[in-house]
């Protein structure tokens, strides 16, 4: 069964505070994405990754920066939290290059408070 | 420049009835691919139906079926015989560009089955 993992369901930080989010996907995948969700603005594309040490920017980029050191695990790193940052944070993978494999798989999201 | 809109922020629907959600696009790029999926209250992005710009009939997937008009760039989602599990989020999602593996939401409709 395909199966996408973050580290947290839920996490309340403090702002000014390091914070990461971790993804991990068993499916081999090529492409990894970091999507937030907010209500009445649907999912915004963050950032993501077609290789490994490889990144776009998505829509909504500041703020945020990746890595990508190992094919399965891409993690999403809020330099320094701020509260404007609480959210969903949803985490995706895909085979990618065209059609149903364009397909995304998601994690179960972690909501993130930022006091 | 791609777009997504989704005009209805909530729809009810009788338990056993057909329901229609709207999905519009703008996309210059003569090959794109539709997605729909579902969100649960437990947060999980669920897949449920792909559709290929060139594909020659409507997708179909069990009591899901989109309505693809291409000209009209619509491709709204038909749930037939709406059961109370249906009740969840509803986003459409399109792959933005020929060779891009990213996909862009739709803001999502609401949907609430009435027993």
């Known amino acids: 069964d395909v199966k996408v993992t973050q580290s947290s369901r839920y996490l309340v930080k403090r702002t000014g505070e390091k914070v990461f989010l971790e993804c991990v996907q068993d499916m081999d995948h090529e492409n990894m994405f970091w999507y937030r969700q907010d209500p009445g603005l649907g999912l915004r594309l963050i950032y993501f990754?077609?290789?490994?040490?490889?990144?776009e920017k998505g829509d909504i980029p500041e703020g945020y920066s990746v890595s990508r050191e190992k094919k399965e695990r891409f993690s999403l790193i809020l330099e320094s939290a701020s509260t404007n940052q609480t959210s969903m944070y949803l985490c995706?993978?895909?085979?990618?290059?065209?059609?149903?494999?364009?397909?995304?798989?998601f994690g179960p999201g972690t909501r993130l408070t930022v006091l | 420049a791609q777009k997504i809109t989704q005009t209805q922020p909530g729809m009810f629907v009788q338990e056993k009835e057909a329901v229609t959600l709207d999905c519009t696009y703008d996309?210059?790029?003569?090959?794109?691919?539709l997605f729909w999926y579902k969100q649960p209250s437990s947060g999980e992005m669920i897949f449920l139906i792909y559709q290929g710009s060139y594909d020659q009939q409507n997708a179909t997937e069990g009591r899901y079926s989109l309505n693809f008009q291409k000209a009209r760039k619509s491709a709204n989602l038909v749930i037939s015989a709406s059961q109370l599990g249906d009740s969840a989020m509803y986003f459409c999602a399109m792959r933005k560009r020929t060779g891009a593996n990213n996909l862009f939401f739709g803001t999502g409709t609401r949907l609430t089955v009435i027993p």
């Open positions: 995706a993978s895909s085979l990618g290059a065209g059609g149903r494999r364009n397909e995304q798989f």
């Open positions: 990754s077609y290789d490994v040490k490889m990144k």
């Open positions: 996309t210059s790029d003569p090959s794109y691919g």
